[in-house]
């Protein structure tokens, strides 16, 4: 269907390509006229291009980028008109190949005397052939249709690479500022939670040590005891959120549902997952919720 819908387009670009050669030529010398007549030859080469990428994207499964320029779209369909009518070429060769090499059952059930079988049979054998070499010209004009858009539309090999350094660049500088912040929340939690707590529980030793009275001695050490309580829950909760031992003990899901008891706010956790995913997978999705 790709190359039929091909060779359809081609009929339309072949005429294009020719008018917008034609209309050129007589403002070839005359700037301004040839920006007004090529600022409409290019915007119907993009609606055209567009097309085509629809087309590609469609029936060939292949993805062309957006970012191309005007002047790029119509070179592009300066070169594709040919490969759209070879492209009809070889359905017109399939479908002759495909009626000759079937020719045989037609007769043989119409026709009830067949005085000439051998001519039948190098007929049919004829056609197979040709439907055969018409099948694999299907898939070479694909492949060419795929690497001329590829070739003209999308970037080149050194803007490609420069995009992917730039993507890897970008996200290793958001690599390193999560770093940074999971850090600086690491250090805040310490300082304001696990430090005051064992500042707190400090100072309430001290004042047990240096109190004369056994009743308030007791209750100063029960208040010591509980902030080393809330100390302790504090470095696991600490701990907790650096890595947690759930999810290596038992699993995304039950970490997930560790998470999901741990909020402030009602959530119920959609598990759907048939098995466990990877160490690496499951820590990142861990993460992300």
Not at 228 to 257: F, N
Request: hydrophobic share 50%; net charge positive; charged share 25%.
């Amino acid at each position: 269907m790709g190359l039929i819908t091909g060779a359809a387009a081609a009929v339309i670009e072949l005429p294009f390509v020719v008018l917008a050669g034609l209309a050129m030529l007589p403002v070839a010398a005359w700037p301004a006229g040839r920006r007004a007549i090529l600022r409409f030859l290019l915007a119907c080469a993009r609606g055209l291009t567009k097309f085509e990428r629809l087309r590609l994207k469609l029936w060939l499964r292949v993805s062309v980028s957006p970012a191309y320029t005007d002047m790029a779209a119509l070179r592009y369909l300066a070169c594709r008109w040919a490969l759209g009518l070879l492209g009809g070429v070889v359905m017109l060769s399939v479908a002759i190949g495909l009626g000759y090499g079937t020719s045989w059952i037609y007769i043989w059930l119409l026709v009830d005397d067949v005085r000439n079988p051998g001519a039948i049979t190098y007929g049919s054998l004829g056609g197979l052939f040709l439907l055969f070499l018409a099948v694999q010209g299907m898939f070479g004009v694909a492949e060419l249709e795929g690497r001329l858009a590829r070739r003209l539309l999308g970037p080149r090999h050194q803007e490609e690479l420069e995009r992917r350094i730039a993507e890897l660049s970008a996200s290793r500088a958001a690599v390193v500022d999560a770093v940074h912040d999971e850090r600086r929340r690491i250090e805040r939690d310490l300082h304001d939670g696990v430090q005051q707590r064992l500042v707190a529980l400090g100072m309430l030793l001290g004042r047990a040590r240096r109190s004369q009275d056994g009743d308030r001695r007791d209750r100063l050490l029960r208040q010591a005891h509980e902030e080393s309580r809330q100390a302790l829950e504090d470095l696991r909760e600490v701990a907790w959120r650096i890595y947690p031992t759930t999810l290596d003990e038992a699993g995304l899901h039950a970490a997930l549902e560790t998470v999901a008891e741990r909020t402030s706010v009602p959530v119920r956790v959609e598990y759907d997952l048939v098995e466990e995913p990877e160490r690496a997978m499951a820590t990142v999705a861990y993460f992300v919720v």
